[in-house]
């Protein structure tokens, strides 16, 4: 008697293991069908309770009177000249969308943070994510309730800069450190310490006049060009909270 009640014991934990590798195979295939969609919006919901807060920290603040620095010292008149000459239409802030960061890999290469809305909020792959400070990124994908953003310190970024100072543009490249490398294709390029780097009037994918950061250092290595290294004014690993912006450029 006693060993047909372990037969059947035995039985039933069998089918029952089988059952479980079943689902577990079935929500990996979701998960890869998705690309990933489906684990950021369960994600979403377990991930709700520890939402961040509307309070910022002191690194936020000053991210925050740094930005107020840059915008002080763009050229409103010269950005103006340059979008009249290159025919590009006035953006517009209507709309913008508030979201929490929900989670974020700021130290890994990939170097994004992901955000609790999505594509049900009307957020689109290409908008512009600013934070305290200034410029963070772009969305790069979305799911129904959450948002991908790609950092501007991921090496898959590149958006065009500007230096007020120089009158000059430049490519805004990560490199997979918190320092991301404007790059002029030029060698003859007065770029300094210190100087200011925002978005570029002539961008075709950001707004103009964001905050970027300042330049750190500069490489003198090469001939064909200037690389500076860029000190981000907006911190994505202490940021909680960050605006969508949705233009129009």
């Known amino acids: 008697m006693l060993d047909i009640r372990r037969i059947s014991n035995s039985r039933w934990w069998h089918k029952k293991k089988n ?52 915008r002080l010292n763009l050229l409103k008149e010269d950005n103006i000249r340059l979008r009249e000459i290159l025919s ?45 400070g200034g410029l963070l990124g772009r969305v790069q994908n979305t799911s129904l309730f959450t948002s991908s953003v790609i950092l501007l310190t991921s090496p898959e970024s590149k958006v065009g800069a500007w230096v007020d100072r120089i009158q000059k543009n430049g490519l805004l490249i990560g490199s997979g450190d918190d320092y991301p490398n404007l790059i002029f294709y030029s060698k003859d390029v007065d770029i300094k310490v210190g100087d200011f780097v925002s978005s570029s009037p002539a961008s075709t994918v950001l707004p103009p006049n964001i905050p970027i950061g300042i330049v750190q250092s500069v490489d003198e290595q090469f001939k064909s060009k200037t690389m500076a290294k860029i000190l981000l004014l907006a911190k994505p690993n202490a940021i909680d909270w960050v605006q969508i912006l949705k233009v129009n450029i």
Not at 110 to 116: D, G, K, S, V, Y
Not at 118 to 123: H, L, M, P, Y
């Open 19 to 70: 059952w479980i590798l079943f689902g577990i195979f079935l929500f990996l295939v979701l998960v890869r069908f998705s690309k990933g969609a489906l684990y950021k919006d369960f994600y979403y919901f377990i991930s709700k309770p520890f939402w961040p807060a509307q309070s910022q920290k002191e690194v936020i603040l000053e991210s925050i009177d740094q930005e107020l620095v840059i």
């Open 88 to 132: 590009l239409q006035e953006s517009s802030n209507n709309g913008n969308i508030s979201a929490a960061v929900i989670s974020r890999k700021t130290g890994s290469w990939w170097r994004q943070i992901i955000l609790n809305k999505g594509s049900r909020d009307g957020v689109e792959i290409g908008n512009t994510v600013i934070g305290p």
